[in-house]
């Protein structure tokens, strides 16, 4: 793959851009802490604004690394981030990124979420070259995998006992889009 890192992205309602320090405060208040967003994620929601901050602080830093992908999803009208979209795993060999997201609840079911991950499809196969792209959900969390279909992945089945997040070991629904299906369309 070749890698751009967390480029800027701007689709009709959103940008999707690199966090900073002065993001901290709006991401604890609009999905950091919020019980509903981290029922089916591997971190509680958080508490204190510190976790937050080292949390972000942690992105940060990595924005030097050309693979690391983390977006602020911020609303164009509102100028700060309401959640995040990145690549939590990657495997060079097969050429395979999975995206993770999440987004605060007063903004679910408004299409944020769908438009920020169609977003990232294209940069992912045009730009970074990648040849699959995928994500899971767990089935108790259906709304989720509703956002994958929206853009155009496919679903692959259902792993029992594969994963794990808040509530414990759980079954994970797989997702995925093929580069040479991308570029069929």
């Not at 009709?12 to 993001?23: A, G, P, S, T």
């Not at 950091?32 to 976790?51: M, N, Q």
């Amino acid at each position: 793959m070749k890698h751009k890192g967390t480029v800027t992205i701007e689709t009709e309602r959103l940008i999707l851009r690199k966090f900073v320090e002065e993001d901290t405060a709006a991401a604890f208040r609009n999905w950091t802490s919020d019980e509903k967003v981290t029922e089916f994620l591997r971190w509680p929601a958080h508490t204190d604004i510190g976790v937050t901050e080292r949390v972000v602080g942690e992105w940060i830093t990595e924005y030097e690394k050309p693979d690391f992908y983390q977006w602020a999803i911020v609303l164009k009208n509102q100028k700060e981030p309401i959640g995040t979209i990145s690549v939590v795993g990657m495997d060079e060999r097969t050429e395979k990124v999975h995206i993770g997201y999440c987004i605060g609840s007063n903004w679910w079911h408004l299409g944020y979420t769908s438009e920020a991950l169609s977003a990232i499809i294209p940069f992912f196969f045009r730009e970074v070259e990648a040849k699959r792209i995928e994500s899971q959900h767990d089935p108790e969390n259906p709304n989720s995998g509703k956002v994958m279909e929206k853009c155009g992945l496919l679903y692959e089945g259902t792993l029992r006992k594969a994963d794990w997040s808040n509530r414990g070991i759980v079954d994970a629904c797989v997702y995925g889009m093929l580069a040479s299906d991308y570029f069929k369309e």
